[in-house]
């Protein structure tokens, strides 16, 4: 039949049509390192393109998302295929929540010693966060390391006290501020030698004017700290942590990209 007018569309634009949409780089790159396939891909490439388009990505030197569909693949370095996370003591796993301690010894090592790898975190650059999941006032950290003497200390206690919590950043001496949860992001960032900045969920919560001092001497722990490269953490925590990470000096509306973004995830896989 002649005059029709339809239009048939061609084998090769229907492909283009319904082809998957290319995932970044840096995205297949992650997948590869993966022993299980994961089942949201495409939640992880949305959360690796907004940090990348945020500026956030190309700051980090660690980003672990714990709150995965198997161990291994929640023990990867989302940055680079180095500082894979190691089990002290066989924390458990739970499945698209993130692992757990039992607040007594068991932890996770990301073998990353800031003061010898020569990467993105720095004495006046330097940031570092985790996310719990569990509200919980005890005497133990969501993440951090110290080294000395002489002291020096970069670690988040979100609720060692019923009314405060204990952050530093590369600094020589315990700092203190108010806070009544232990339950979100907590992280710290400082951006120059004068102090640093303490946030939840993107909403800071305490500016402290303290000079920097060297990063700890030891490598940095979840769930815990180190304590001069010591393998038992000290400080173990038993909450459940979902996320963590460790780079440069964040600004505010970085905080607030990495928080957004991260919850984004945390919500697709349902950890929230």
């Given at each position: 039949m002649t005059g029709i007018g339809l239009d048939i569309p061609s084998a090769a634009l229907l492909r283009r049509r319904h082809a998957r949409p290319t995932r970044a780089a840096q995205t297949a790159a992650l997948i590869a390192r993966m022993a299980v396939p994961p089942p949201r891909a495409g939640a992880i490439d949305i959360l690796v393109r907004a940090?990348?388009?945020?500026?956030?990505?190309?700051?980090?030197?660690?980003?672990?998302?714990?709150?995965?569909?198997?161990?291994?693949a929640a023990r990867l370095n989302w940055i680079q295929d180095a500082y894979t996370l190691a089990t002290l003591n066989s924390p458990a796993f739970i499945p698209n929540r993130g692992y757990v301690g039992d607040g007594v010894t068991q932890a996770l090592s990301t073998g990353f010693n800031a003061a010898t790898a020569g990467g993105r975190y720095t004495q006046d650059s330097a940031s570092f966060g985790a996310w719990s999941l569990t509200e919980a006032v005890e005497f133990t950290a969501l993440i951090g390391a110290d080294s000395g003497p002489p002291l020096r200390l970069a670690y988040i206690f979100p609720l060692p006290y019923a009314f405060l919590a204990m952050v530093g950043v590369n600094c020589g001496e315990q700092t203190y501020t108010d806070n009544s949860t232990s339950l979100g992001l907590?992280?710290?960032?400082?951006?120059?030698?004068?102090?640093?900045?303490?946030?939840?969920?993107?909403?800071?919560?305490?500016?402290?004017?303290?000079?920097?001092v060297e990063p700890p001497n030891a490598p940095f722990y979840l769930m815990g700290q180190s304590r001069n490269g010591g393998v038992d953490p000290a400080h173990p925590t038993s909450r459940t942590i979902a996320m963590g990470f460790i780079g440069a000096g964040l600004t505010g509306q970085e905080m607030a990209d990495l928080h957004a973004a991260t919850q984004t995830y945390l919500t697709e896989v349902g950890a929230l």
């Amino acid at each position: 039949m002649t005059g029709i007018g339809l239009d048939i569309p061609s084998a090769a634009l229907l492909r283009r049509r319904h082809a998957r949409p290319t995932r970044a780089a840096q995205t297949a790159a992650l997948i590869a390192r993966m022993a299980v396939p994961p089942p949201r891909a495409g939640a992880i490439d949305i959360l690796v393109r907004a940090l990348i388009a945020a500026g956030i990505w190309a700051k980090l030197d660690a980003l672990y998302l714990l709150a995965a569909h198997d161990a291994q693949a929640a023990r990867l370095n989302w940055i680079q295929d180095a500082y894979t996370l190691a089990t002290l003591n066989s924390p458990a796993f739970i499945p698209n929540r993130g692992y757990v301690g039992d607040g007594v010894t068991q932890a996770l090592s990301t073998g990353f010693n800031a003061a010898t790898a020569g990467g993105r975190y720095t004495q006046d650059s330097a940031s570092f966060g985790a996310w719990s999941l569990t509200e919980a006032v005890e005497f133990t950290a969501l993440i951090g390391a110290d080294s000395g003497p002489p002291l020096r200390l970069a670690y988040i206690f979100p609720l060692p006290y019923a009314f405060l919590a204990m952050v530093g950043v590369n600094c020589g001496e315990q700092t203190y501020t108010d806070n009544s949860t232990s339950l979100g992001l907590f992280a710290a960032s400082r951006t120059g030698p004068a102090g640093f900045t303490t946030y939840r969920n993107a909403t800071v919560f305490a500016v402290t004017s303290l000079a920097s001092v060297e990063p700890p001497n030891a490598p940095f722990y979840l769930m815990g700290q180190s304590r001069n490269g010591g393998v038992d953490p000290a400080h173990p925590t038993s909450r459940t942590i979902a996320m963590g990470f460790i780079g440069a000096g964040l600004t505010g509306q970085e905080m607030a990209d990495l928080h957004a973004a991260t919850q984004t995830y945390l919500t697709e896989v349902g950890a929230l």
